[in-house]
């Protein structure tokens, strides 16, 4: 029997259930790895507003910036292949777990620069940070699994924007912190104090 356009059919084929389902089978997933993805462009941003003069006061140069700021993105190109990889082998949630537990330690290596009192600690800290926010691969698949086809792109651009959220609003928050906390005067009164 076929089905005429008129017809009501008693079944519909896989095709066009999957093109027309709506929404989003794991909402809290897809919140926790929003979050996730804030967190890991959070810590290019938030640290961004006391890199140089961090560098300066460790006797690095505008090259030793240059190194620290590409570090973070060096580490992302190192890892996002294999965190890619890991979240097919282990699943998303180990993945997202190892790279802010990285992100962590980044961030912790990072405070102690001043006690190490060499400008390659930045830098090995940027990389650090960088290697757990590699996760944009993996934070886009999640969100293309759990999403329906018809609303993807919808639930891509909130995912990019959260993103976007986490490069532009934090080096402001970095800022007010840097400030607040004495600037670069605050920087050398601490010399060794963090």
Do not use: H
Request: glycine share 12%.
């Amino acid at each position: 029997m076929k089905c005429e356009p008129s017809d009501i059919c008693d079944s519909k084929s896989i095709l066009t259930s999957v093109m027309t389902a709506d929404g989003i089978s794991d909402v809290t997933g897809f919140f926790i790895v929003s979050f996730v993805t804030f967190l890991g462009n959070m810590s290019s941003g938030i640290f961004f507003p006391t890199m140089w003069p961090l560098v300066e006061s460790l006797g690095g140069s505008t090259v030793t910036f240059g190194y620290t700021v590409s570090a973070y993105f060096f580490g992302r190109i190192l890892v996002t292949p294999l965190f890619g990889s890991m979240s097919v082998n282990y699943g998303y949630a180990k993945t997202l777990l190892l790279s802010n537990f990285l992100t962590l330690i980044g961030g912790l290596v990072y405070a102690q620069c001043q006690n190490v009192g060499m400008p390659e600690f930045v830098i090995l800290s940027r990389t650090i940070l960088g290697i757990g926010s590699g996760t944009l691969g993996v934070t886009r698949a999640f969100a293309s699994e759990v999403t329906a086809q018809r609303n993807r792109t919808q639930y891509m651009g909130w995912l990019v924007a959260v993103q976007y959220a986490g490069l532009t609003m934090t080096p402001f928050l970095g800022s007010v912190f840097f400030n607040w906390c004495g600037g670069e005067e605050g920087l050398d009164a601490n010399q060794g104090k963090l």
